[in-house]
T-cell receptor, first 115, second 113 residues
Framework: KQEVTQIPAALSVPEGENLVLNCSFTDSAIYNLQWFRQDPGKGLTSLLLIQSSQREQTSGRLNASLDKSSGRSTLYIAASQPGDSATYLC??????????????FGTGTRLLVSP | SAVISQKPSRDICQRGTSLTIQCQVDSQVTMMFWYRQQPGQSLTLIATANQGSEATYESGFVIDKFPISRPNLTFSTLTVSNMSPEDSSIYLCSGGGQSYGYTFGSGTRLTVV
């Protein structure tokens, strides 16, 4: 059974710092991996999607990497801002022949960026 | 990727009543799902909404409590029936296809009193 873990559970940094969020998964057979952001009491916003054949994706100040063989993904946030404060979730999608449709979510990292 | 409109955004309901949550997608999507997120916790999948047929429920969730409809590829509803305070949560719908990621609605914050 796929399990997804995120470290750290919470992170507090001053504005301007570069930071890395970690996601690990137990089964390397995945279809893709997605990073989401969730603001308190709100829905999830998709940040980056990495297909299983890709190594990384970039969007603005965000860069996500994927190492399937080691079961790891990282989300790099450059020059953090107070508006980046949120909970960040990673989710893996199993391959077609094993519950293809359903995402398996990590435990989340709560990020606080102080002015 | 698809944009999902979810409503209501929040509601306060009396115990014993029912609430229906709607999700409208701006394009046809293959898959739609319903999740529950209890305070301070991650998402728990309730069911997969199947177009034109009965939803597929996860362990611990039953149709009588959480009836789901999906009449077409752009719309789905979740009803929370006979509510109790334990049903107070954020409910989220999600949709997507095979070649792109999933997107989520903005969530429904339900409080049962």
């Amino acid at each position: 059974k796929q399990e997804v873990t995120q470290i750290p559970a919470a992170l507090s940094v001053p504005e301007g710092e570069n930071l890395v969020l970690n996601c690990s998964f137990t089964d390397s057979a995945i279809y893709n991996l997605q990073w989401f952001r969730q603001d308190p009491g709100k829905g999830l916003t998709s940040l980056l999607l990495i297909q299983s054949s890709q190594r990384e994706q970039t969007s603005g100040r965000l860069n996500a990497s994927l190492d399937k063989s080691s079961g790891r993904s990282t989300l790099y946030i450059a020059a953090s801002q107070p508006g980046d404060s949120a909970t960040y979730l990673c989710a893996v999608r199993p391959p077609r022949n094993t519950g293809f449709q359903k995402l398996v979510f990590g435990t989340g990292t709560r990020l606080l960026v102080s002015p | 990727s698809a944009v999902i409109s979810q409503k209501p955004s929040r509601d306060i309901c009396q115990r014993g009543t029912s609430l229906t949550i709607q999700c409208q997608v701006d394009s046809q999507v293959t898959m739609m799902f319903w999740y529950r997120q209890q305070p301070g916790q991650s998402l728990t999948l309730i069911a997969t909404a199947n177009q034109g047929s009965e939803a597929t429920y996860e362990s611990g969730f039953v149709i009588d409590k959480f009836p789901i409809s999906r009449p077409n590829l752009t719309f789905s509803t979740l009803t929370v029936s006979n509510m109790s305070p334990e049903d107070s949560s954020i409910y989220l719908c999600s949709g997507g296809g095979q070649s792109y990621g999933y997107t989520f609605g903005s969530g429904t914050r339900l409080t049962v009193v």
